[in-house]
């Protein structure tokens, strides 16, 4: 048995035949290999100088060893100097691969030696691979943190080569477990209104109990992920005798709100002028460093419509791991209809970035001069109360809320609700009366946003939006609202509404800084709209295209984009240009 290092050596003997080696030779050689008596490819970068046989042949017998060949051996070498450059030529034998017999854990007792090899991709019967042992070891610290032993240590202490037969590698690792250790207090470094409390809840560590679940990288992507801070720094951990550790974080906060202005042209269309359309969004984030938000966002659409979205957000109640949000929306259709909705989220944080959210929702609906019209006989916008209650899940983890270069987001939403209403209809005689229903109606929404980082500064973004209704008869007020630079880009701002809307997008992005890329995009759009009174059915597909840019600024975000639709031309596209200013 033989004692030997990672990066352990077997003896050569080199032979130099055909006038050996010029003296002071600096040129590179032009090297070959010969493994078994047949040509192999050369494993080394770089050229080496033909005086430095020795250094290559070394070099050589450490990359068979990678492969596993511990007991290959240089048989010979051809120096050619005649040449220009010099030709050489090393003959080598690989001999048997050397695999893993077994691999053996000292000082686990905390942890089952079972889930510790469940980590490792290092087994008996595996070639010895130093870069995967590497991970490895980083995955059993990562493991010993998570259980509430931050200080444990994993070294390689011995690599026993066995001569066989046939010959075999020992591997034996030795841990240092440390011990627990209490979490004294959480440090937070550079932050002006973020409370420790607040960055405890986020990454559900808890002072006065031990340390457990102690992941750095964990703890910076939970932070980043709620979008209030620009820059997240590498957690340490500092030890205070008899108190226990002190986890210390450096942050730079965002702004403590932000004013966003988004502008629209959209061309002219049926003989009428351009339209500028556009919307303002008023943010107030992270209030009392505890996470909570306050927005207000004032909508202008074409046709005299209008919307208002106020809303109130906090992530911690009472200091529990339960969320709640408060929202109104208002939407005003011209003289047609106007509709209100009171909405109240209730989430729990099931697991790290996964969250089960609980709505309960009112919706009434008042139809104005021009919605009491009748047509057809019929009322065209009724008077209507419902009320809606929903359960779904949101799993968000991207590396970067801002620019994210990989990542996935998921959330689905299911609501259904009773919906009372009343209008007024011809009767046969003929004359007018108040007709009532109750209608019970399901709502399905889906969102998903997928990033691959592909080259170098560029990230492929996937994902798509879909949202269905089912219920006995239809209302304009019910449907869904899509199109615009926020759902279908390349047509104007809600141009359709339907039962059923659905968006395939595929985003290719280059990156310019940690907040700015440039982009191309292709959105696939599907609509379907019932039969009512002033609509008529339709289905449909809807392509759109374009290219855009956010970039970042002294005066904040700006992003700006061009988008298209086949049926309207590279030359009649919406331009949309979106800033964010911080306060």
């Known amino acids: ?41 050369w494993p080394l970068d770089g050229g080496y100088p033909a005086d430095s046989l020795h250094g290559a042949a070394r070099a050589v017998l450490r990359a068979l060893q990678e492969e596993g060949y511990y007991l290959a051996r240089l048989d010979s070498a051809r120096v050619d100097t005649t040449r220009r450059p010099p030709a050489v030529r090393l003959y080598a034998t690989r001999g048997p691969q050397v695999k893993l017999s077994e691999v053996r854990l000292l000082g686990a007792t905390a942890l089952p030696e079972a889930a510790l090899r469940r980590r490792m991709y290092t087994r008996p019967g595996r070639v010895l691979d130093a870069a995967r042992l590497e991970a490895d070891l980083a995955s059993l610290l990562a493991l010993y943190g998570e259980a509430g032993y931050p200080l444990a240590r994993v070294s390689v ?39 420790p409390t607040f960055v405890a809840r986020v990454t559900g560590l808890h002072p006065g109990r031990p340390l457990a679940g102690y992941d750095p990288d964990a703890i910076r992507r939970r932070l980043q992920a709620t979008a209030f801070f620009r820059e997240v720094g590498e957690p340490v951990l500092l030890l205070e005798p008899g108190a226990g550790g002190v986890l210390r974080i450096p942050l730079e906060e965002e702004p403590p709100g932000s004013f966003d202005l988004v502008l629209g042209y959209q061309p002219p269309s049926g003989g009428g002028p351009g339209r500028l359309v556009g919307n303002g969004h008023l ?50 259709q011209d003289t047609t209809y106007g509709q209100q909705r009171y909405r109240a989220e209730f989430g729990y944080r099931l697991a790290g970035e996964l969250r089960l959210l609980g709505t309960l929702s009112r919706e009434v609906t008042r139809p104005g001069p021009g919605g009491i019209a009748l047509r057809q006989g019929r009322q065209r916008v009724p008077r209507a109360d419902a009320w809606f209650y929903g359960l779904g899940v949101r799993y968000e983890r991207v590396d970067q809320p801002v620019n994210p270069r990989r990542g996935l987001v998921v959330e689905t939403h299911l609501e259904q609700g009773r919906k009372a209403r009343s209008l007024r209809v011809v009767t046969p005689e003929p004359d007018t009366t108040l007709e009532r229903t109750r209608l019970r109606q399901e709502r399905l929404r889906v969102r998903s946003r997928l990033f691959l980082p592909t080259f170098p500064r560029q990230v492929l973004a996937l994902g798509g939006e879909a949202a269905l209704l089912r219920s006995n008869a239809y209302d304009q007020s019910d449907l869904f609202r899509f199109g615009g630079a926020t759902s279908l880009r390349g047509y104007d701002e809600e141009r359709f509404r339907g039962r059923v809307v659905a968006r395939a997008l595929a985003e290719y992005r280059y990156q310019l800084d940690p907040r700015s890329y440039a982009f191309v995009f292709f959105d696939l759009g599907y609509v379907e709209t019932p039969a009512l009174v002033d609509l008529d059915e339709a289905r449909g597909v809807h392509p759109g295209y374009g290219l855009g840019m956010q970039f970042s600024t002294a005066l904040g975000l700006i992003n700006a984009s061009y988008a298209m639709s086949p049926a309207d031309g590279p030359a009649n596209g919406r331009v949309h240009v979106g800033l964010s200013l911080g306060l």
């Open 283 to 332: 943010i107030l984030r992270h209030l009392f460093g505890g996470g909570r938000e306050v927005s207000l966002r004032l909508n202008r659409l074409p046709e005299r419509v209008s919307s208002v979205d106020a809303r109130v957000a906090d992530p911690f109640v009472a200091g529990l791991p339960f969320s709640v949000e408060g929202r109104f929306e208002g939407l005003q």
């Open 157 to 195: 202490e011995a690599l026993d080569l066995h001569d066989g037969p046939p010959p075999s590698l020992v591997l034996t690792l030795r841990i240092e477990e440390g011990g627990t250790v209490p979490l004294a207090r959480i440090e937070v470094v550079g932050a002006e209104r973020t409370t």
């Open 1 to 41: 048995m033989a004692t030997m290092g990672l990066a352990a050596s077997a003896s050569a003997q080199v032979g130099a035949t055909d006038g050996g080696i010029a003296g002071g030779e600096v040129t590179p050689a032009v090297w070959t290999l010969v493994v078994d008596g047949a040509l192999a490819p």
